[in-house]
């Protein structure tokens, strides 16, 4: 039997990381579900579909998400499970890809395959609610689109997704304690930190900066005006795919070198 990765071996332990903790994964799937949906039916009802849309995805696919991650390896919330979980006998790698599975694959499939499910029902059920009479029917009608998973505002959500849920995972292996909460807070320092940092430099350059995203634009106001100075084309597209690729890719394997440095 191969000593690093073994495919009855793996598919034992995936099964055995689900069944052996049903109560944290899937309460936590329903938790996301379930609130995805209130989420939709309340700002659909209050403010219309296209604000309900994107409410809904943001919350349940980042939140939902990144408790996911930050769960998958909960064993080591407690020194008993943590040593029981590293004596299992499975390679390090295939304790790894069994997080990566349950948080970057299976929670993703399950989650964008109800949230389609949903908004097809949702936009239906608007369009259905039209009146057929009346003259701006078709406008109406076409005002309303299902959901893309293409769009650049669905690909900037999944791509923080990813980012943020490799985070999660990493953070989970180094804190034992509300882990989620401790990584949250170093998240949102992060944010918080490159915002002034691009300001500071941007302070170099330019006069009356009201506000510097990081990465992408800086917004300068002169009395009423405001004008938007963007990233060069070449920076601007290294950045794009750094955040895109390069930082997921770093933190998920980062959590494979943590989970391995723990079984030492």
């Known amino acids: 039997m191969n000593d690093v990765f073994d495919i009855k071996r793996f598919i034992w332990l995936l099964k055995k990381s689900v069944l052996e903790q049903p109560a944290l994964l899937l309460g936590l799937l329903a938790v996301t579900l379930t609130i995805t949906?209130?989420?939709?039916?309340?700002?659909?009802?209050m403010v219309g579909i296209g604000k309900a849309q994107l409410s809904a995805f943001v919350l349940g696919f980042l939140i939902g998400g990144s408790f996911m991650a930050s769960s998958v390896f909960s064993y080591f919330s407690s020194k008993s499970n943590g040593v029981s979980y590293l004596l299992l006998?499975?390679?390090h790698l295939e304790k790894w890809l069994c997080g990566i599975i349950i948080a970057g694959f299976l929670f993703v499939l399950i989650y964008l395959g109800f949230y389609r499910l949903i908004?097809?029902?949702?936009?239906?059920s608007y369009r259905n609610n039209l009146d057929h009479h009346a003259i701006n029917y078709l406008t109406q009608y076409n005002s309303v689109e299902i959901f893309s998973f293409e769009n650049p505002i669905a690909r900037s959500v999944i791509i923080m997704f990813f980012n943020i849920s490799g985070a999660m995972l990493l953070g989970s292996l180094y804190f034992n304690k509300v882990s989620y909460i401790k990584v949250a807070l170093l998240i949102c320092l992060f944010i918080i930190g490159t915002y002034f940092i691009n300001l500071f430099f941007g302070s170099f350059f330019f006069e009356h900066i009201d506000l510097a995203l990081p990465f992408t634009s800086v917004f300068l106001k002169v009395d009423k005006e405001v004008g938007i100075i963007d990233m060069p084309s070449a920076p601007a597209k290294a950045a794009g795919f750094a955040?895109?690729?390069?930082?997921?890719?770093?933190?998920w394997l980062l959590a494979y070198l943590r989970l391995k440095e723990k079984e030492v």
């Open 37 to 45: 949906l209130l989420t939709y039916a309340i700002v659909q009802s």
């Open 89 to 91: 006998p499975a390679s």
């Open 119 to 124: 908004d097809l029902y949702f936009v239906d």
């Open 243 to 251: 955040i895109a690729y390069v930082v997921p890719s770093v933190l």
